[in-house]
């Protein structure tokens, strides 16, 4: 499935974004999709996923509270709701097939894709 994360751009701390992720020549129903970012200088990191086998949606710690994950069937689209932005949140974020994974009483976002992760979208926190 190709997939284009789209939404990004820039705002001020504290203000909100909805990134939102689409799929070209196929449904996103049989998908379980994450969203991942990267930081200039920093290594990839899963923000939120969902996991297929309890249903459970994974939100690294530093987004908790302030992403939400969703989705739309109907627009097969997959969402991103990001509020109260913070500087360190600027970064290119991807969606792409993804699961969350459970490891002894933690979770982490494993990507479920060996192909290519598209451009992203760049989100942009300063002021």
């Known amino acids: 499935v190709q997939l284009q994360a789209s939404g990004g751009g820039l705002v001020q701390p504290g203000g909100s974004l909805t990134l939102s992720c689409t799929a070209s020549g196929s449904t996103l129903d049989d998908y379980n999709i994450g969203w991942f970012r990267q930081a200039p200088g920093k290594e990839r990191e899963g923000v939120s996923c969902?996991?297929?086998?309890?249903?459970?949606?994974y939100y690294t710690d530093s987004v908790k509270g302030r992403f939400t994950l969703s989705r739309d069937n109907a627009k097969n689209t997959v969402y991103l709701q990001m509020n109260s932005l913070k500087p360190e949140d600027t970064a290119v974020y991807y969606c792409?097939?993804?699961?969350?994974?459970?490891?002894?009483?933690?979770?982490?976002?494993?990507?479920?894709?060996?192909?290519?992760w598209g451009q992203g979208t760049q989100v942009t926190v300063s002021s």
């Open positions: 792409i097939p993804a699961d969350a994974i459970r490891d002894r009483s933690t979770y982490y976002c494993a990507p479920e894709t060996l192909g290519s």
């Open positions: 969902r996991s297929s086998r309890d249903g459970f949606t």
